[in-house]
């Protein structure tokens, strides 16, 4: 599990004319984005309008019909899932992910297995969130939802990423909770000059923290604009954004 | 740095450090124990021990496999039998020493691990086990095929082990076949202890649990599942080779499909995913069809009745066990070990 030669790159994560298929039906329709380094781009959209299976095939967890996905200069698409995150590209998937049976510290040391991360990652990761520190003992199944949500972000930094992919970090939490995490996430994008793309069904939410929003409609951009602009148009929101 | 972390970085350092010392220390009380038992027991009783050690020594690496990675195998009754083969081949034949030829059989096995893991990491479920029982059928088909080097039927007889001579002259054979078995036995248990606690572990139970999860965080999934074939390839082929040692023969007819079968058996029975669970396999391979046996003839059965009666309490048993503890004899006991500890804890509390 040591590290190999798998160079994190950082940069602009640029998206052009992605396409992405489930049989006959077109989930991604030639959408384009780009999310630069300390900023925060929401994609938003209802139920099945393609914002996971972007985020999946950003990631390489579903093949790409058509397009392409690059960070700085590399090409990311036809790479395996696991050398899309050793170039820096950490995705947090819808449900968490996290190993119920290890620990919470088990779970974070998995993160950075692969590049042999130092103890030091670690605590960092802690210090960032600190709840985490007190329930590092404990087996990941015995977190609280939010705990969670927290734990697999936490593993996802200890790789090391420049982008990180979000998808619906507060579903299922509750409210209170739920801000902490949005929180906790433009700190990443301010402090860490992390790229964030944040897949997130609470529009109101997401665009309180994003700089950019993109909404996707039947797997097509239907809107990209600053994120205020996009919270101020009344039009939108009530076609797309559901508040 | 706070101090916090500082704490906690010593905290894990020493933890590591306790992991390997724990090993040694469970390691080296495991021999002792052997040690003890091998004296006080009979010669029968003795070589009853061998064969049940060589059988930890595989099933410890197949509960790794299964329980450990999720991967399923029908086949390590096959790889047991390259490890046999191999060491009767080399001892035999080749006239090499005990350890240096348990070795190399343990290595030529890994390597067909190796081969075997990378078709398993496409294949998923029943293919696998499709694929693994196809291994298990067909392998010990080999040794007719290629009867001039194999022995055909008959297999391939080793003269028995020597024991030093500074043991004296007077050590049962049995006893030194115990040791024999018990030092396998004792290697497969300090290194598959370490190895589900480090990095490695962790991943093989990532990988169990959720592939996708894995390979989010930068594991490489095919790989952490070859490397789990490979290191219970590897258990197989050193308990292959101490069989060998042990009865002095290998023969295509210890090797059957039944015996596949049997091991997967036990690792689910002992308890799935647990070195201590292995040991209890173990000890239900060897001592259950012995003690149904003297369950059988103690009836006066026809002989037709008698000939099936062993299977049919084995498969009783096994019914029975799986009902009363689902996750296998050590799930049994340690939830009895709960049960106990909560009592006690009332009463001290009342």
Redesign the interface.
């Known amino acids: 599990m040591s590290a190999t030669g798998e160079q994190a790159q950082t940069g602009v994560l640029e998206v052009d004319g992605l396409c992405t298929d489930y049989g006959p039906v077109r989930a991604v329709a030639d959408v384009t984005l780009s999310v630069e380094p300390g900023r925060v781009t929401a994609v938003l959209g209802a139920n099945g309008a393609g914002k996971t299976t972007l985020l999946r095939t950003i990631s390489c967890l579903v093949p790409a019909r058509e397009g392409r996905v690059r960070l700085g200069e590399r090409e990311l698409l036809g790479s395996a899932v696991e050398d899309v995150v050793r170039r820096g590209v950490a995705h947090v998937p819808e449900g968490r992910g996290v190993i119920g049976e290890l620990t919470t510290e088990e779970n974070l040391r998995l993160g950075g297995l692969w590049r042999g991360a130092p103890a030091e990652d670690l605590d960092e990761v802690y210090e960032l969130l600190p709840a985490l520190r007190e329930r590092r003992r404990q087996p990941a199944s015995s977190l609280s939802g939010g705990e969670r949500q927290m734990l697999s972000i936490g593993r996802a930094l200890v790789a090391r990423p420049s982008v990180l992919l979000l998808d619906e970090p507060s579903l299922g939490l509750a409210p209170l909770i739920s801000a902490r995490i949005m929180e906790l996430v433009r700190r990443l994008a301010n402090e860490r000059q992390l790229a964030v793309l944040l897949v997130e069904q609470n529009a109101r939410s997401a665009l309180a923290i994003a700089d950019r929003g993109v909404v996707l409609n039947l797997g097509r951009v239907v809107a990209d604009a600053d994120a205020s602009e996009l919270a101020d148009d009344e039009d939108m929101r009530q076609a797309y954004l559901g508040f | 740095?706070?101090a916090?972390?500082a704490r906690?970085?010593v905290g894990?350092?020493r933890i590591g450090e306790l992991t390997l010392a724990r090993g040694l220390l469970l390691a080296l009380v495991a021999a002792a124990a052997l040690f003890v038992a091998s004296e006080l027991l009979s010669s029968f009783a003795d070589l009853e021990l061998a064969e049940g050690l060589y059988f930890f020594c595989v099933l410890a690496g197949l509960t790794v496999l299964t329980g450990l990675s999720g991967q399923i195998s029908l086949g390590h009754g096959a790889l047991m039998a390259v490890g046999a083969y191999g060491a009767a081949l080399l001892i035999g034949e080749q006239h090499w020493a005990l350890v240096p030829a348990l070795a190399a059989a343990t290595a030529i096995t890994a390597v067909v691990g190796l081969l075997l893991g990378a078709a398993a990491t496409r294949l998923r479920g029943p293919y696998l086990a499709g694929a693994t029982l196809a291994f298990a059928v067909g392998l010990p088909a080999l040794a007719d095929k290629y009867s001039s080097t194999f022995g055909g039927e008959n297999g391939l007889v080793v003269n028995p082990p020597n024991p030093p001579s500074g043991l004296g002259s007077s050590l049962p054979l049995e006893r030194w076949e115990a040791w024999i078995a018990g030092a396998g036995a004792v290697i497969v248990l300090f290194t598959l202890h370490n190895l589900v606690r480090s990095?490695?572990g962790?991943?093989m139970?990532?990988v169990r649990?959720?592939e996708?999860?894995?390979?989010?965080?930068?594991?490489?999934?095919a790989r952490v599942q070859t490397l789990a074939f490979v290191v219970s390839a590897a258990c197989a082929g050193l308990a292959g080779g101490l069989l060998t040692v042990v009865l002095q023969l290998a023969s295509p007819g210890a090797f059957q499909l039944s015996l596949s079968l049997s091991l997967l058996t036990a690792i689910v029975l002992g308890g799935l995913g647990s070195l201590v669970g292995a040991a209890w396999g173990a000890a239900v391979l060897v001592l259950l069809p012995s003690w149904t046996r003297d369950i059988a003839n103690s009836f006066s059965l026809s002989t037709k009745v008698s000939s099936n009666m062993p299977l049919a309490i084995y498969g009783l048993v096994l019914v029975v066990a799986m009902l009363a503890w689902p996750s296998g004899i050590q799930g049994g006991v340690r939830a009895g070990g709960a049960r106990l500890r909560a009592l006690v804890r009332s009463r001290r509390g009342g």
């Open positions: 740095m706070s916090i972390a906690a970085r894990r350092a990095g490695y962790r991943a139970r990532a649990d959720d996708i999860a894995a390979s989010l965080c930068g594991l490489r999934v």
